[in-house]
């Protein structure tokens, strides 16, 4: 079979391992890594990938080549968690972060969340459209293939769903794929304030048959966090989803630990978020239970705490995580996935080929992707990230630089030289 394209003369090739699930454990120190490589490309997927000079089998007048020497190829990378559609900006909060005022004190005066959500109640589907686009722009030119995109900033119908909506759109529309999910417990509505049990029967009784009778979202996700929902409410929440056909996903022990990990366990949740406060025994729960942990460093690093989730420990007991950005307004307001791999690095000593295999074929995994993405192996999607980096060390140790030069989405070039095409 002739390839319609061949990227040549790469000096690394970075391969996840796909067993047809996550990787976990010692697992994640696992890769292919091929040196002076080449990739072929047919019909948008990937057809073959190799060392030396592709075989003359792979090529006829119609295959066009292209030479990338001294460059580093991996499969796209995936950003398994964002709050992409959301109004307004919350800079305004950034001296009281910078004074020491803690997250939940400062949403529980009306911003932070609560903050986003009037001003994404007030925004029109144009202006969420234009400013999100805008954001999986600068996403992609960072590498980024596909996105994970919650809801969330609505806490009522009418918004969440606008927000769900304009990621429907934009999934159509972008070069980036997105896969979304239904946030509608992400805080408690002033209008339910001391009564979060009855806005989780709302949720239940009316938003959740209205998401999957639009198949606005694949995922439900709750935030089980001290002074927002308690993880009965959780669990409830949780529970009723999945008999209603949702995967499931849960904000968990990000600020306190206060059972969101034993939820995530007992409802088999693909992925539990965050996890800076998980015990020892918390980790036990999710390695057995085959959650994956899904690890928001920057948030950490702009909340200015000290307090970075245990990847390594988690790796050592047979955890499969990722990393990921937390793109959002307030507690992590970042585009960069290369730089929450630098962080995942330099603040959670992991290693180059773990942060590589988290943010690829784990987090292809974390967003039920990993059938057709996250690798390189053939009939996987041609999703491929090119960096200016001789070895996967290169762009983990030269941090805080956006080293991609060069992006394909299903086999088209996307990015050419760091500009959009």
Request: proline residues 3%.
């Amino acid at each position: 079979m002739k390839a319609d394209k061949i990227l040549t003369n790469f000096s690394q090739i970075f391969c996840p391992i796909d067993r047809g699930e996550p990787l976990r454990g010692a697992q994640m120190n696992e890769a292919t890594i091929i040196n002076d490589g080449y990739i072929a490309i047919k019909e948008g997927k990937i057809l073959q990938i190799g060392t030396g000079q592709p075989s003359q089998d792979l090529i006829d007048e119609k295959t066009k080549i292209v030479d990338y020497t001294g460059k580093l190829a991996s499969p796209g990378l995936i950003d398994c968690h964002t709050h992409l559609v959301y109004g307004g900006s919350r800079e305004h909060e950034f001296a009281k972060k910078l004074n020491g005022v803690p997250y939940l004190e400062i949403l529980a005066e009306g911003g932070g969340i609560l903050s986003t959500m009037n001003a994404t109640r007030e925004a029109s589907f144009a202006t969420l459209y234009q400013k999100s686009a805008a954001l999986l722009d600068q996403m992609l030119i960072h590498g980024v293939t596909t996105v994970e995109a919650k809801s969330g900033y609505g806490l009522n119908w009418e918004t969440e769903k606008k927000q769900l909506e304009v990621a429907k759109k934009l999934n159509c529309d972008h070069a980036i794929d997105i896969v979304s999910t239904f946030m509608g417990a992400h805080a408690i509505p002033i209008e339910y304030q001391g009564r979060s049990g009855a806005f989780i029967d709302l949720i239940i009784a009316d938003m959740l048959p209205k998401v999957k009778a639009a198949n606005l979202a694949e995922f439900c996700d709750v935030f089980c966090e001290e002074g927002v929902f308690s993880a009965e409410e959780s669990y409830r929440l949780l529970k009723a989803a999945k008999e209603m056909g949702f995967k499931l996903r849960i904000h968990a022990d990000e600020i306190a630990s206060i059972g969101g990990v034993d939820v995530a366990a007992q409802l088999g949740a693909v992925s539990a978020e965050h996890l800076m406060m998980i015990t020892d025994e918390g980790i036990k729960k999710l390695s057995a239970a085959k959650v994956i942990g899904n690890l928001l460093p920057a948030t950490t690093f702009s909340l200015m705490e000290d307090t970075y989730a245990p990847a390594r420990k988690m790796i050592d007991n047979g955890m499969a995580i990722t990393l990921t950005t937390d793109s959002n307004p307030g507690s992590c307001p970042t585009a960069n996935l290369q730089f929450i791999m630098q962080l995942g690095c330099f603040m959670q000593k992991l290693t180059p080929i773990q942060v590589f295999n988290a943010v690829t074929i784990n987090a292809a995994y974390a967003i039920d992707r990993g059938g057709a993405v996250g690798s390189l192996d053939k009939g996987k999607v041609a999703d491929i990230t090119i960096f200016d980096a001789p070895n996967i060390d290169f762009p983990l140790y030269f941090f805080a630089t956006n080293l991609v030069t060069h992006v394909y989405k299903a086999g088209n070039l996307v990015v050419s030289h760091r500009q959009l095409v």
